[in-house]
């Protein structure tokens, strides 16, 4: 079946640092893969998608390329801003899925001004 | 434009009671899904409406019931509450159920069993 690994938290940094957090799947053919960010007392909500081997999806700073041969989407942003402290998780869906996402475990992020 | 949205947004049960938590969107989506969050697993599926009329089980769907009322309205049963039943519950849709398709996502629920 579909699995989503994502690197342990929390993840804490200061205003400015570069941001890299590990995402990891295994899936049966050629799934979508997205980022989703769940900030303090809200639903989750889409920050970039990839649908294809070597698509590079990106918003609001933040990008992942979806890697096939590694089958990765790493989360990167180069800045980040005390705005950005949320929940940020992996997920994945596949043609035959209905829509339905796999996610990973979730990782918090906490900016320091 | 609300989008989905679901009540309560909080609830507190004994464990044997049952209530149920009502999801309902404007975005004339066809699939809706309910999810389960827990802290350190993500969120898990717990069943999904494809389409108006259909209903499937997900990974994790013992001791809930669901019902697809139509096309806009989703709701999740639970008969007998149980403690491991806390959690938050998150009411999902998307648009054509593909697997390249945005899902958009309530607020939550949080329910507590005691």
């Known amino acids: 079946g579909n699995s989503v690994t994502q690197m342990e938290g929390p993840v804490t940094l200061s205003e400015e640092a570069f941001l890299t957090i590990n995402c990891t799947y295994t899936?049966?053919?050629?799934?979508?893969l997205f980022w989703y960010v769940q900030y303090p007392g809200e639903g989750l909500q889409l920050l970039l998608k990839?649908?294809?081997?070597?698509d590079k999806g990106s918003n609001k700073g933040f990008e992942a390329t979806y890697r096939k041969e590694t089958t990765s989407f790493h989360l990167e942003k180069g800045s980040v801003q005390v705005s950005d402290s949320a929940v940020y998780f992996c997920a994945l869906s596949d043609l035959t899925s209905y829509g339905k996402l796999t996610f990973g475990q979730g990782t918090i992020l906490t900016v320091h001004p | 434009n609300a989008g989905v949205t679901q009540t309560p947004k909080f609830q507190v049960l004994k464990t044997g009671q049952s209530m149920t938590l009502q999801c309902a969107q404007d975005m004339n989506h066809n699939s809706m899904y309910w999810y389960r969050q827990d802290p350190g697993m993500g969120l898990r599926l717990i069943y999904y409406?494809?389409?108006?009329?259909?209903?499937d089980k997900g990974e994790v769907p013992n001791g809930y019931n669901v019902s697809r009322l139509n096309k806009r309205e989703f709701s999740l049963r639970l008969e007998s509450a149980a403690p491991s039943q806390t959690s938050v519950y998150f009411c999902?849709?998307?648009?054509?159920?593909?697997?390249?398709?945005?899902?958009?996502f309530g607020q939550g629920t949080r329910l507590t069993v005691v």
């Open positions: 899936a049966t053919g050629y799934p979508s």
């Open positions: 990839a649908t294809k081997a070597d």
């Open positions: 999902a849709s998307s648009s054509e159920g593909q697997g390249n398709t945005e899902a958009f």
């Open positions: 409406s494809a389409s108006e009329g259909t209903t």
